[in-house]
T-cell receptor, first 115, second 115 residues
Framework: AQKITQTQPGMFVQEKEAVTLDCTYD???????LFWYKQPSSGEMIFLIY??????QNATEGRYSLNFQKARKSANLVISASQLGDSAMYFC????????????FGAGTRLFVKA | DTGVSQDPRHKITKRGQNVTFRCDPI?????LYWYRQTLGQGPEFLTY????????KSRLLSDRFSAERPKGSFSTLEIQRTEQGDSAMYLC?????????????FGEGSWLTVV
């Protein structure tokens, strides 16, 4: 069975500092994709970054980078130079070839950015 | 706006009433997904369509829930005889070809409150 685990219910970070949000996953499928989404208090789910299981390099998108450690089955999100607008829920997600390509989500981490 | 749109955004209904939500996916996307999200949790998969075919339903989708995508474009999610436990946000998402690398794009969600 596939599973996503986010062990940090909440995180605090000072504005302009970097923060790492943890995510571990479990799947026996060799082909999968890992995603991070941001959900502000308004509710919409915003796609941030994607990492494929066969990608050799860690994905980066602006201030977001994904620290992909395949052997450890971890896909941590690093946000550099935090901004007040980064305060939100962050969800790690996985999509695998088995199970019909549906995307499964972790429980999320709430990030608070302090001024 | 060419994103995923959902209607209504908010619905308050009395227990026992039926409600219907509509989702219009991104036009070129052939996959459409429904998720449910309760407060403090990540989205939970309910069902998905490829074109007009409903390919998978979660066991979370009881007999009171039915989803359709009659022409492979918009979709509806109906909940019959609503219960207080149905109170949640119902998220619709769409994606292109069913490959692990393609992300799903979410609508803004439909909030349901059953009183």
């Amino acid at each position: 069975a596939q599973k996503i685990t986010q062990t940090q219910p909440g995180m605090f970070v000072q504005e302009k500092e970097a923060v790492t949000l943890d995510c571990t996953y479990d799947t026996s499928d060799p082909s999968y994709g890992l995603f991070w989404y941001k959900q502000p208090s308004s509710g919409e789910m915003i796609f941030l970054i994607y990492q494929g299981s066969y990608d050799q390099q860690n994905a980066t998108e602006g201030r977001y980078s994904l620290n992909f450690q395949k052997a450890r089955k971890s896909a941590n999100l690093v946000i550099s130079a935090s901004q007040l607008g980064d305060s939100a829920m962050y969800f790690c997600a996985m999509r695998v070839n088995t199970g019909g390509f549906k995307t499964i989500f972790g429980a999320g981490t709430r990030l608070f950015v302090k001024a | 706006d060419t994103g995923v749109s959902q209607d209504p955004r908010h619905k308050i209904t009395k227990r026992g009433q039926n409600v219907t939500f509509r989702c219009d996916p991104i036009s070129e996307h052939n996959r459409l997904y429904w998720y449910r999200q309760t407060l403090g949790q990540g989205p939970e998969f309910l069902t998905y369509f490829q074109n007009e075919a409903q390919l998978e339903k979660s066991r979370l989708l009881s007999d009171r829930f039915s989803a359709e995508r009659p022409k492979g474009s918009f979709s509806t999610l109906e909940i019959q005889r609503t219960e207080q436990g149905d109170s949640a946000m119902y998220l619709c998402a769409s994606s292109n070809l069913p490959e692990a690398g393609n992300t799903i794009y979410f609508g803004e969600g439909s909030w349901l409150t059953v009183v």
